[in-house]
C-alpha cells in the first residue's frame, strides 16, 4: 500500500465520544476502550505524519434542532434526545488532542449521519488527490465506520478498517464485524501492520 496513494478517514473524533464527560462515551463497553482507541490513533498519526498519507477527518455536527434527523432511531435518536454534537457545543469539537498535528490533518464538513461520504466533500477530495486505498478508524465500529466503509467500497476504493482505532459498543460486537462484515467488501487490520506495509513501499 503506497501512501502517496492513500488516506485515513477519521471519523468522529469528537469531545463527545472521546472527552471524559462526553455525552455518547458511555455507549462504548467498557470505557477503557475509547482511550484505548484514542491512544493507538495518535500513534498511527505521529508515525504516518511525515509520509504522504492523506490525513481526513470528518466530523458529525447538527444544528441544535436536529432538522437533518426527521425520524432518528438508535443512537441517532440518542443524539437528538441528549444534545450530542449540537453545532457551538463543546461536544460537537474536535477532539483537542488533534491540535499538535495542525494542519496535517484535514478536516471535512458537512456529515450528519454515519456515511462520511454524504452531504460532504469526501469524494471530491479523495479524487483530486488521486487516492487508492481508504482507511477508516473511529466511532462507532458497527455504524459509522460499517457506513463509511461501504460507501468508500461503492465508489471504487480499497478499503480497509483499522481495526485496533475503531470501537463498537462491545468488544463482541466490534469482533465480529472485524471478522465477519469488512472482509466482504473489504478487510480489517491493525494500525502496525498498516504501517508496516506502508514503510515496506516506501523503502
Known sequence: MDAATTAVILVGYQNDYFAKDGILRGVVEPQSRVDEVLQNTLNFIRTAAPTPLTIISTPIVLAPDYRAMASPVGILNTMKETGAFAEGTKGADNIPEFDE???????????????????????????????????????????????????????????????????????????????????????????????????????
Open 101 to 203: 498535528f495542525g494542519d496535517r490533518i484535514m478536516y471535512v464538513s458537512g456529515k450528519v449521519g454515519f456515511n462520511a461520504f454524504s452531504n460532504t466533500r469526501l469524494e471530491d477530495v479523495l479524487r483530486d488527490r488521486g487516492i487508492k486505498d481508504v482507511l477508516v478508524c473511529g466511532m462507532v465500529t458497527s455504524l459509522c465506520i460499517d457506513s463509511t466503509g461501504r460507501a468508500a467500497y461503492e465508489r471504487g476504493y480499497n478499503v480497509t478498517v483499522i481495526s485496533d482505532c475503531s470501537s463498537a459498543r462491545t468488544d463482541t460486537e466490534h469482533a465480529f464485524f472485524c471478522e465477519s462484515v469488512f472482509p466482504l467488501y473489504g478487510r480489517a487490520a491493525t494500525s502496525h501492520e498498516l504501517l508496516a506495509e506502508m514503510a515496506a513501499v516506501a523503502a
